[in-house]
Nanobody
Framework: QVQLAESGGGSVQSGGSLRLSCAAS????????MAWFRQAPGKEREGVAT???????RYADSVKGRFTISQDNAKNTLYLQMNSLNPEDTAMYYC???????????????????????WGQGTQVTVSS
């Protein structure tokens, strides 16, 4: 049984930092992509960052240069380091696992912001101005 458990959310002031963690268990090797998504009240869920099993990353334009996705394989934990937070980053943050899409050009599975199979329960991030 796949379990994804997020932690590390909280309330910070604008300009502050947080590091989210996602403890993963039971994730099959076929899940080549791990990702962070977020959903703000009244808005659709959006992809924030992805990481494939080759170490390749993808970021939403809104977080490039501020957020960093990483993984500690020994601890089976996915991280999202968030710096220079602003009120627009306020949302529930979710981690997810997915298969990705094989790219013949890159010879590895690329990770879009769609088609994720397993989801955590989320952790709330609130940024005040």
């Amino acid at each position: 049984q796949v379990q994804l458990a997020e932690s590390g959310g909280g309330s910070v002031q604008s300009g502050g930092s947080l590091r989210l963690s996602c403890a993963a268990s039971g994730v099959p090797d076929s899940m080549s992509c791990m990702a962070w998504f977020r959903q703000a009240p009244g808005k659709e869920r959006e992809g924030v960052a992805t990481l494939n099993n080759a170490g390749n990353t993808r970021y939403a334009d809104s977080v490039k240069g501020r957020f960093t996705i990483s993984q500690d394989n020994a601890k089976n934990t996915l991280y999202l380091q968030m710096n220079s937070l602003n009120p627009e980053d306020t949302a529930m943050y979710y981690c997810a696992a997915g298969r990705g899409i094989w790219s013949a050009a890159f010879a590895y599975r690329v990770c879009p912001f769609s088609d994720y199979v397993h989801w955590g329960q989320g952790t709330q991030v609130t940024v005040s101005s």
